[in-house]
């Protein structure tokens, strides 16, 4: 068995890892969700958490090992944002997304728009778009599922529609992409924004 002291000198040692490698995923977030992903550097990050740029190397490897650990971070950051959502409420929904993309809606465009010069951050977008579609069949799947049922939530489905198209659909609405035409392109407010993607996840939702 090792001595209490030798314990406790390890014990510290991993919390100080732990709080540098925390100190660069801040500096790291911090400066993608402000910057393309050309613009950022490795020392500029390992400056601002106070370390060398090995440091930062024996963290995470490489740049794109860095930018792996903090998509994993805004992953966290996301889903604080949107929070839970009680399957079926379009309002909840929508003011889960207008959280979401206020705040981070820029970052995540940048991303679409490096993604097309680097490769590296393909995998990271498709991850990013394949919880999108799952947080729509999450949240809409009373509406997804009401094929046969009359009522209220009577859908595209439900009629003899195609589910994926529907599923398709609302994920187009729903895009952040959308969210930037009308916010930053169009410069509407967040509450005509709002109004307008209520407007639209209501009309695949009731379509048919």
Do not use: C
Request: glycine share 10%.
């Amino acid at each position: 068995m090792g001595s209490p002291a030798r314990e406790y000198d390890m014990t510290a040692r991993a919390a100080a890892t732990a709080r540098t490698r925390e100190r660069l995923l801040l500096a790291a977030r911090e400066r993608f969700a402000d910057r393309h992903y050309d613009d950022v550097t490795l020392a500029e990050v390992a400056g601002a958490a106070g370390v060398t740029v090995q440091t930062l190397l024996n963290h995470f490897g490489s740049k794109e090992g860095m930018l792996a650990a903090a998509a994993e971070a805004f992953a966290g950051v996301v889903a604080d944002l949107r929070g839970p959502v009680e399957p079926g409420d379009l309002d909840g929904a929508v003011d889960a997304l207008m959280r979401h993309y206020e705040v981070l809606g820029d970052a995540n465009w940048r991303l679409v728009a490096d993604a097309e010069r680097q490769t590296v951050l393909g995998s990271l977008l498709d991850g990013a778009r394949a919880a999108h579609r799952a947080w729509i069949e999450a949240v809409f799947a009373p509406q997804l599922t009401a094929a046969g049922r009359g009522g209220d939530h009577l859908t595209a489905a439900g009629r003899g529609g195609d589910r994926e198209e529907t599923v398709a659909a609302l994920y187009a609405v729903t895009d952040v992409g959308t969210w930037k035409l009308l916010r930053r392109d169009l410069g509407r407010s967040p509450e005509v924004t709002r109004a307008v993607l209520r407007r639209l996840i209501a009309g695949q939702l009731e379509r048919g």
